[in-house]
Nanobody, 124 residues
Framework: QVQLVESGGGLVQAGGSLRLSCAVS????????SGWFRQAPGKGREFVSA????????KYADSVKGRFTISSDNAKNTVYLQMSSLAPEDTAVYYC?????????????????WGQGTQVTVSS
C-alpha cells in the first residue's frame, strides 16, 4: 500500500505564492513519476504538472507554465509544487499522484496512487 499526503495549501491573495508538498510512504517503489492535478468547483480534474524520477523531464499545463515549478527530493520521497503569481482561477483542490510506469504522463488514468488533496484558494 502506498500513501500520499499533500500539505501546504491555504488561502492566499492574488499575486501571492504557495508551496505544496506531497510525501509518499508505504510500500517501497523503485522509481516512479509524480504529478499534480487540480479540480476546481464544478469542473473536472485537470493536469497541472509532472516530473520523472530522475527529474530530467518536467511537464506543465499551459495555464501554469512560467508560474509553477515542480521538483522532487527522492531521498525524502517528497514532491513539491512551487506556485507563484497565483490568480483566482488557480483556486482548486490540488492532488498529487504517483505513476509507477515513470512516464510523467499528462493523462490522469496513468496514475496508480493518489493523495486526498489540499485546498488552494486565491482571493482577488
Amino acid at each position: 500500500q502506498v500513501q500520499l499526503v499533500e500539505s501546504g495549501g491555504g488561502l492566499v491573495q492574488a499575486g501571492g505564492s504557495l508551496r505544496l508538498s506531497c510525501a509518499v510512504s508505504g510500500r517501497t517503489l523503485r522509481t516512479y513519476a509524480s504529478g499534480w492535478f487540480r479540480q476546481a468547483p464544478g469542473k473536472g480534474r485537470e493536469f497541472v504538472s509532472a516530473i520523472t524520477w530522475s527529474g530530467d523531464i518536467t511537464k506543465y499545463a499551459d495555464s501554469v507554465k512560467g508560474r509553477f515549478t515542480i521538483s522532487s527530493d527522492n531521498a525524502k520521497n517528497t514532491v513539491y509544487l512551487q506556485m507563484s503569481s497565483l490568480a483566482p482561477e488557480d483556486t482548486a483542490v490540488y492532488y498529487c499522484a504517483v505513476e509507477t510506469g515513470g512516464w510523467a504522463a499528462r493523462d490522469m488514468t496513468f496514475y496508480d496512487y493518489w493523495g486526498q488533496g489540499t485546498q488552494v484558494t486565491v482571493s482577488s
